[in-house]
């Protein structure tokens, strides 16, 4: 299977990753036994990228463009922070999410993740785009397996 097939199922239940879902004539599709074991294996994986993605977004490293370092950089922990603990963060297997819709969340209902400069916001958009595709690029890597030619179609 494609990683990007393995993907999607790791978004399904695992009741239905190990029962299968079952087709209106009554039989079930099921992955094969090594693909369903992948997609196990590979949700786990995928959580960790979830939040690793985060860890990486909000890096307290501030680019040249800002003006306010102390206060951006205390602003980004706290939008980390913020976002780590929040509903649905732990577990989740859908890695190539982007965080911003979180992000903007976050900052328009906490007023003191208000105070990031723009040059700083920019900077975490930019963020959350390269950890998706760095994510999209390591997708085989998280299934065990190594597809020919996948750089080229994950660039
Ligand atoms: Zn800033």
Redesign the pocket.
Known sequence: MLPSALYYCCMLDSRILMRGSPRSDGIADRLAQRDAVRCFEGKTKLAGQWMFCLSRICRPT?GEA????D??GLTIIRLHDTLAIGEGSVGKTDALTSWRTGMDRAMREHRELSY??A??RMMLYKRDMAERQRVWRELPSFFDSVLAGWEGIAS
């Open positions: 501030m800002c003006r306010t370092p206060v951006c990031l400069c040059a700083c």
